[in-house]
């Protein structure tokens, strides 16, 4: 059995989508793969590998309750997240791996690039499980259950919660500018979960704010003007920013780009979204060598 899920971008309403306003994810190019072959053992191994094709997690497991057998320079934390999301995978389905199995999974990306190795991962396991993959995210990593969202629909989305009910729409998205967008790594790796706790802790939205940037969210879907897209992403920053209390990134890192920068997900981490592809050599200037061209990084 073969299993693929790609990763994805969130584009709006990052944090706020957990309050439940809509946003605009993408899928990309890169995802994580995962094959699964049956042995005569009544046992479950189980292999990662990393973009580079290097075992960054492995663990030999019983198939009564999981319990972990044998690891192999895994750290504990890795190999127990890995035993908790087979538990309750059984829990969702008793008849989960009731036999021998050999599971190997391999990303098409880096692992510090936040394009959603935990939730691909769960999509892929959903769907050898044959669960609800939203369900198996609440039980185990949490979250908006966007990046899920674009794992099992592999294209662009509107997406929000209603009552924790997600609603997902599938929308074509493709503005004539995308030769002019890439994404640029920050060198760093946001914790999502941490994150969303983080998040949580502070005080909730208003209901006028969680419609800005739902509005914004339409706004940018749709739009066709590379200058009107770019005034959307500067007061989408600014609103976020005003919410979690922190500077946009581009008047703290990039204050003399001549282009626009928008933070994706997490602030601090991970990719941005920036736009006017002439000044690619400034970012490499500043230390940040990781530019994806739109092309390259989003599926179309």
Not at 8 to 20: F, P, T
Request: one cysteine or more; charged letters at 20%.
């Amino acid at each position: 059995m073969k299993f693929y899920s790609p990763g994805k971008l969130l584009i709006s309403a990052e944090y706020l989508v957990l309050s439940g306003a809509q946003a605009l994810a993408l899928p990309t190019q890169m995802g994580q793969h995962m094959n699964v072959e049956p042995i005569e053992e009544p046992l479950l191994q189980w292999k990662s590998y990393d973009l580079n094709k290097n075992l960054w997690m492995e663990g030999c497991f019983s198939i009564e309750n999981f319990e972990i057998l044998e690891t192999q320079n895994t750290p504990s934390a890795l190999i127990e997240k890995l035993q908790n999301s087979l538990r309750f995978t059984r829990i969702l389905r008793p008849s989960f791996c009731k036999t021998g199995h050999k599971v190997s999974s391999q990303l098409d990306f880096e692992r510090n690039w936040g394009l959603g190795s935990s939730s691909t991962f769960i999509h892929n396991l959903a769907q050898w499980a044959e669960v609800n993959p939203f369900d198996l995210l609440n039980k185990t990593f949490g979250g908006s259950g966007c990046d899920v969202a674009v794992a099992q629909t592999q294209k662009a989305i509107l997406y929000s919660l209603n009552q924790n009910d997600p609603s997902i729409e599938s929308i074509d998205f493709n503005p004539p500018f995308t030769d002019q967008m890439y994404f640029v790594h920050l060198n760093q790796k946001q914790n999502s979960q941490k994150e969303v706790v983080a998040y949580h802790k502070r005080p909730q939205p208003s209901q006028k704010l969680i419609d800005q940037i739902s509005r914004l969210t339409t706004d940018l879907s749709s739009e066709t003007s590379l200058s009107s897209f770019e005034e959307l992403l500067t007061k989408h920053e600014k609103l976020v920013g005003s919410l979690i209390g922190q500077q946009p990134i581009q008047e703290r890192l990039f204050s003399d780009f001549d282009g626009r920068i928008k933070s994706l997900g997490a602030w601090g981490g991970d990719f941005i979204l920036g736009t006017r592809k002439s000044s690619l050599t400034y970012f490499k200037e500043k230390g940040y060598p990781t530019i994806i061209p739109y092309s390259r990084m989003i599926a179309s």
